[in-house]
T-cell receptor, first 118, second 111 residues
Framework: GAVVSQHPSWVICKSGTSVKIECRSL??????MFWYRQFPKQSLMLMATSNEGSKATYEQGVEKDKFLINHASLTLSTLTVTSAHPEDSSFYIC??????????????FGPGTRLTVL | LAKTTQPISMDSYEGQEVNITCSHNNIATNDYITWYQQFPSQGPRFIIQ???TKVTNEVASLFIPADRKSSTLSLPRVSLSDTAVYYC????????????FGAGTRLFVKA
């Protein structure tokens, strides 16, 4: 149980194009999902918190107009990198909050998406 | 948000027990402690979670002292495949559940 998938697993695009990354919770419903970015040899950096049916909350320094987040259902959140540039190349990871009655909530992570912008 | 501090790296040999300690001095009452394992180019994998005392599952044990200002992840009899980065996270699981990753501990298991 508690599986989170991401699609695509990797993508290469030209500078100036937009890329959409999907994050799905496969066997549980997630009212809250998170998007992270990770550069080589570094820790995960939280970009935004995505709440189903409402606007995402972005961390300081993350451009909300560049990184569009949509959480339209309890099992799907999408991250769109608009007008991507080479500096946006990174490993993007999503996580979903599994809220279990009578237990502490837990975050489960997707496998990540490697974005390379040429 | 509670900040966590872990050793940057640790070395071990196959078959040994490895203990990784995380310091979280300003942990709040509602915060739980969760440990994740991450391999290169993969998302973090949940290992174990606890609130106080000791928690054990099929892969690890988590020791939390009474003051909860630190926690220790114990990996019994590590193998080469346990070479990874281990993250300790402290987060409020009853509220917004926002958690911030620290630098993690890079464990290298040698033959």
């Amino acid at each position: 149980g508690a599986v989170v998938s991401q699609h695509p697993s990797w993508v290469i695009c030209k500078s100036g194009t937009s890329v959409k990354i999907e994050c799905r919770s496969l066997d549980f419903q997630a009212t809250t999902m998170f998007w992270y970015r990770q550069f080589p040899k570094q820790s995960l950096m939280l970009m935004a918190t995505s709440n189903e049916g409402s606007k995402a909350t972005y961390e300081q320094g993350v451009e909300k107009d560049k990184f569009l987040i949509n959480h339209a259902s309890l099992t799907l959140s999408t991250l769109t990198v608009t007008s991507a540039h080479p500096e946006d190349s990174s490993f993007y990871i999503c996580s979903a909050r599994d809220q279990l009655a009578g237990r502490a909530d837990t975050q489960y992570f997707g496998p990540g998406t490697r974005l390379t912008v040429l | 948000l509670a900040k966590t501090t872990q050793p940057i790296s640790m070395d071990s040999y196959e078959g040994q027990e490895v203990n990784i300690t995380c310091s979280h001095n300003n942990i709040a009452t509602n915060d739980y402690i969760t440990w994740y394992q991450q391999f290169p180019s993969q998302g973090p994998r949940f290992i174990i979670q606890g609130y106080k005392t000791k928690v054990t599952n099929e892969v690890a044990s988590l020791f939390i002292p009474a003051d909860r200002k630190s926690s220790t992840l114990s990996l019994p009899r590590v193998s080469l495949s346990d070479t990874a980065v281990y993250y300790c996270l402290v987060g409020d699981t009853t509220g917004g559940f926002k958690t911030i990753f620290g630098a993690g501990t890079r464990l290298f298991v040698k033959a």
